[in-house]
């Protein structure tokens, strides 16, 4: 009778584990965007990330950096918890009306100039490579638009604007000049918290905390004030919550709390392969404004530059 019920109990958890990695891939809105199509048409930078020394475990992020006009796409390709590899082999004839070609794909990169925060970042654009006569897709991505400006300090520029003009805030400093304030709400970035911003939304911004010299470069770290005001899915909106800016390149280095920090009620997934920090050391990552630097600029970084 015992090992009945086990058994039950078995299939049960596979079944849910099952239902829960089939809702992340069946995405009914998903759309398809061709490397090929991005790098003949735009001037694409990529790099990669190890979350070795962020997170504690050994994962690999690919970054595809679009630069259209004064804006700059971010493509970053996440990896697959579950022991899948990241990218996937397609039949890309499956995929018949929902890749995106060129004209419709600038055209809705143009229109998110105008629109609000809360479509410059989302989970339902997936990238296509080729490799030899294969296809192969991203089985998790995540897109995030930024306006690139560089206004003066007394310009609040509003979410979604990587602005290099503003004068220098951390996070630290942030928690200072709130002092003793309500900071369930004020400081939502505390991750052991969860602090809301859902009624006060137009606070959201990415501040600019310092300016680096990586290989004889200026670049440019930011932080976004922002929450965790999902409990049952991904913060996806949170975006590389921090992250280095090198102008001409694109975004260098960041991290992806939002990803890596996931406790949905259906997520069976072992805490261990996520991340092995505890929430201390993970505070102090965010206080310390510490990220993944690309693999490719630490081989080359003569000056030494660490980034905390």
Not at 102 to 131: C, G, P, V, W
Not at 153 to 165: D, K, L, S, W
Not at 230 to 259: C, E, M, Q, T, W
Request: glycine share 6%; charged share 25%; hydrophobic share 40%.
């Amino acid at each position: 009778m015992l090992v009945r019920r086990i058994n039950w109990l078995r299939i049960i958890l596979l079944f849910f584990l099952a239902l829960y990695h089939f809702s992340l891939r069946a995405q009914p809105n998903r759309q398809f965007v061709m490397l090929d199509m991005l790098d003949s048409a735009f001037q694409v930078n990529n790099y990669t990330l190890n979350t070795r020394e962020l997170y504690g475990t050994d994962h690999t992020l690919e970054l595809y950096n679009v630069h259209i006009g004064a804006a700059l796409v971010l493509f970053t390709v996440l990896p697959d918890f579950a022991g899948h590899e990241s990218w996937e082999r397609v039949d890309t004839a499956t995929l018949k009306g929902t890749i995106v070609q060129y004209d419709s794909f600038h055209r809705a990169m143009l229109a998110k100039y105008s629109e609000f925060y809360n479509t410059q970042k989302s989970m339902n654009y997936a990238l296509i490579k080729k490799e030899g006569e294969e296809f192969f897709v991203s089985r998790h991505c995540l897109f995030e638009y930024f306006n690139l400006r560089e206004y003066p300090p007394v310009i609040h520029a509003p979410y979604g604007t990587v602005n290099i003009g503003q004068s220098p805030l951390s996070i630290r400093e942030m928690r200072e000049a709130l002092g003793e304030r309500d900071l369930r709400w004020l400081y939502p970035t505390d991750i052991r918290n969860h602090g809301l911003l859902s009624d006060q939304p137009m606070i959201r911004r990415e501040y600019l905390s310092r300016i680096l010299e990586i290989n004889g470069e200026m670049a440019y770290q930011f932080w976004s004030f922002t929450d965790w005001n999902v409990s049952d899915g991904f913060n996806y909106h949170r975006g590389a919550d921090r992250f280095i800016y090198l102008p001409g390149k694109g975004i260098i280095g960041g991290s992806y709390d939002f990803y890596f920090y996931f406790r949905a009620k259906l997520d069976f997934t072992p805490r261990s392969a996520r991340y092995t920090i505890s929430m201390d050391e993970w505070f102090q990552n965010i206080l310390d404004e510490k990220v993944m630097l690309a693999e490719e600029l630490k081989d080359t970084n003569s000056e030494g530059v660490q980034i905390p």
